[in-house]
């Protein structure tokens, strides 16, 4: 299933993902699978609801993740993906989705879904679906401005701090000194004309000042810690009884601090709080922090996490220009002018 599309395209040659498969179509593939799956998800009449929940097309990967209710039994979530290099990718996601499930399952306040099974070669995996509202949807209701805001927020802390005192497995591939040893490469890219003369006069301030806030904040940092490493408000799931993380990244046990910076701008972002002081609209605001530390169990300053969510777009914008991301020109246009706008504030 998908060699030749997986073969053009390791010839450089552009395609068009006109025909991905419906649910229907996947049916087959999930039923040869090695692992087995709930009969209900197997026998089209045994199905309540199968929802499209997301799409992706473009010139590197095209993706589908259907949501599937059964009549009877756990909700499961389908992921489908044809794109450059599909076998790896989806293995890598495969390890991270059960590393996360065995890492969290003992925890109250936490967890991650468990995996039904896989195909990898298919680029194909099945879990069971997450409980609650989506973060991104859970910001956006009156209730969430109105009262809950904090409670909520709170609640994130506990289980992120649940979350990076559990036992991590994967090997160690990210780490907040990344910048010290990256530092050349930061120059070399912040000097390329296409970025503008602000950014190219920049360049020391974030190789120096950056830099060395960040080896102050990592040496606060747990050392044996798991953490997410993308964590947005696509990738976390409130309920009632807990919170509940998806789409973890390979990072260091280092950089839990990446964690705490990341989500609190995106929650920010999406649905600013009153604002306590004057500041610039990036910066997480202090009845945010306060809520947080109360679950996570430390004190969150302001200049970390800003700092923190700053050097969280310089390391995509790296990636960007290094190849390891593939975007197109509108896109990396967007991200350039985001990351200048950041380096100006700070």
Known sequence: MGRPLTLLISLGIRVNFLDPPSWLDLLATIESMPEPVPAAVLDPNGISQVELVHRRDDAAQSIRVWRVVPKRGLPIVAKWRRGHDVARSCGQEYERLVEGHHALRAHDHCGAPGVVTHAVGDGLIVMYAADGFRLRGLVKKPDFRDGNRMQTIERIGRALAELHNSAPTLPQKFDPRFLRSQSPQIVRYLGNPELGQHFRDMSAHITTT?????????????????????????????????????????????????????????????????????????????????????????????????????????????????????????????????????????
């Open 210 to 346: 950056v830099i060395d806030h960040a080896d102050r904040i990592s040496g606060r940092t747990i050392s044996t810690v798991k953490v997410h490493g993308d964590l947005g408000l696509n990738n976390l799931f409130v309920s009632p009884a807990r919170v509940t993380f998806i789409d973890f990244e390979h990072v260091s046990r280092r950089a839990a601090a990446f964690d705490v910076a990341n989500i609190l701008v995106r929650i920010e972002n999406a649905a600013p709080a009153p604002r306590e002081a004057v500041g610039d609209d990036q910066i997480v605001s202090r009845s945010d922090m306060v809520a947080f530390a109360r679950g996570y169990g430390t004190e969150i300053f302001e200049s970390p996490v800003w700092t923190l969510h700053m050097m969280l777009a310089v390391r995509r914008l790296l990636n960007n220009l290094c190849g390891d991301e593939i975007i197109n020109e509108g896109e990396r246009a967007t991200r350039l002018a985001h990351v200048e706008r950041m380096v100006a504030a700070f």
